[in-house]
């Protein structure tokens, strides 16, 4: 079995199916076939599918119905991973899928699971679920673990060229997953099991929150002492050696740095082990939004009072960029919208400008004419989009929070920065 699929790899005849086929499974999906290889993409969401079927590759096809999985060689499993609304990890759309794989599992398949995860969640949760078929992993079929690390919006790493993590249930299993990313992107970088693989994705995420919410800690400090952050941070990296720069704001939002924490606390949890500078990091995260609404309520202070006075007019204040990351549309776990809930708790009308998302909620992106300015008491950068005006919004002489730096450049009494 294994080595009848080594060699449809090598052949580039292996047929190859992504199971949720969103941001991640349409850049593993496009860099799996533009390596050569068939690729089915199983879609549930049919607008989606409509959204990019003109788009793909020829050799990259679309479908609703997962029929077609039973041809797959290769199925790797793209779907989301989120939080429960309690805050805890939420496996479910992932078992869901998993067992739509199982009931068309065959004979010398291998499923990768690339959704990201706790360790242990590939053995204990998704082999469970195939192993229902009665068929055997290591022989009848493989199960490996290869974590998605695409980074939207950065255009010098791609699918192609960011190193492929690969863990297996079994050798054979691991075997497999390091032939067939080896022939689709540049480096594989074996591990010696799933749990490694699960744990690595991890690793980075919880380093990138925990440095994260150590800066802006830091940045509160500075703040309070009148000494100024971001040119304290550009002085330290000047050191060529053990700093790595981060850089305040208003928290980490998105798919995975605030997620994936959770999804290790949970599992430090069922294990009975204590992780207390990872819980710190997430909470100091959680909290940073309200921290820069209520920055943003005392700047606004005074006029709270004034116009809510008599007239019943609430403050006005304009979010400016409302995605969770510069330059894209995705609004996932977004600080920016936290940061709304917690300017409307405070008593603020907001609206938004944010030239990837123009519609959310039943609001619209609002234009940054001076007429509109003219009205808002408070304008806070929240996302720092490329094609944004700053200029406009300094000339609006409206009381301007930068909570990502662009405006670094520029003092004056209604700027303010964190
Ligand atoms: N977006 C990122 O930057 C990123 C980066 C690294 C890792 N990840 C991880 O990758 C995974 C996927 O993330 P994403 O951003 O691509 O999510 P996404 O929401 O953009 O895409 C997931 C897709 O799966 C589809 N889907 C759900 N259940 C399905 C099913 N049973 N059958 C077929 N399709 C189904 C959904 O309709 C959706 O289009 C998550 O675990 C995430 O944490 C995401």
Redesign the pocket.
């Known amino acids: 079995m294994k080595n009848l699929l080594i060699k449809k790899i090598t052949e580039k005849k292996a047929v190859v199916g992504i199971?949720?086929?969103?941001?991640?499974?349409e850049s593993l999906g496009r860099a799996i076939a533009e390596a050569g290889f068939t690729t089915h993409g199983?879609?549930?969401?049919e607008a989606?599918i409509r959204l990019l079927k003109d788009s793909l590759p020829v050799n990259f096809t679309l479908h609703c119905d997962k029929k077609l999985l039973n041809n797959c060689d290769i199925v790797c499993v793209?779907?989301?991973?989120p939080l429960t609304k309690e805050n805890l990890p939420n496996t479910s759309?992932l078992e869901?899928?998993v067992d739509?794989v199982r009931q068309q599992l065959k004979k010398g398949q291998l499923i990768i699971i690339?959704?990201?995860v706790a360790p242990g969640t590939t053995r204990n949760i998704i082999l469970p679920i195939l192993n229902k078929g009665g068929l055997r992993v290591g022989c009848d079929f493989f199960l490996a673990f290869s974590p998605?690390?695409?980074d939207?919006g950065n255009s010098n790493y791609s699918v192609r060229n960011i190193p492929k993590v690969v863990g297996g249930i079994e050798d054979n299993s691991q075997r497999l997953g390091v032939v067939f990313y080896g022939s689709v992107v540049e480096k594989v970088v074996p591990v010696e099991s799933c749990e490694a693989a699960e744990l690595t994705k991890v690793l980075e995420n919880v380093f990138r929150l925990i440095n994260i919410s150590l800066i802006n800690e830091i940045a509160d400090y500075a703040r309070a002492l009148n000494i100024n952050i971001w040119e304290v941070i550009n002085a330290a990296a000047s050191k060529p050696f053990g700093f790595l720069a981060h850089y305040p704001g208003p928290g980490a939002g998105?798919?995975?740095i605030p997620?994936l924490p959770i999804y290790l606390l949970d599992s430090a949890k069922k294990n009975n082990i204590s992780l207390p500078l990872v819980e710190l990091a997430t909470l100091s995260n959680r909290k940073q939004p309200e921290k820069i609404a209520n920055m943003a309520l005392t700047i606004m202070n005074g006029k709270l009072h004034k116009s809510t006075n008599g007239n019943g007019i609430k403050p006005q204040a304009l979010l400016v960029g409302i995605s969770y990351k510069e330059n894209l549309g995705d609004t996932r776990e977004s600080v920016a919208l936290k940061i709304w809930n917690k300017l409307e708790e405070g008593g603020v009308e907001v609206h938004y400008h944010d030239p990837y998302v123009l519609r959310l909620n039943g609001f619209t992106s609002s234009d940054l004419n001076e007429e509109f300015l003219k009205k808002m008491d408070m304008i806070i950068v929240t996302t720092p989009h490329r094609n944004i005006s700053y200029e406009t919004l300094i000339a609006s002489k409206k009381p301007l929070l930068d909570t990502r730096g662009v405006l670094n450049n520029y003092t004056g009494a209604n700027i303010y920065h964190i």
């Open positions: 199971v949720g086929v969103g941001y991640v499974g199983f879609e549930a969401d989606r793209c779907v989301p991973t759309i869901a899928a739509e690339e959704s990201s998605e690390r695409v939207p998105g798919y995975c997620v």
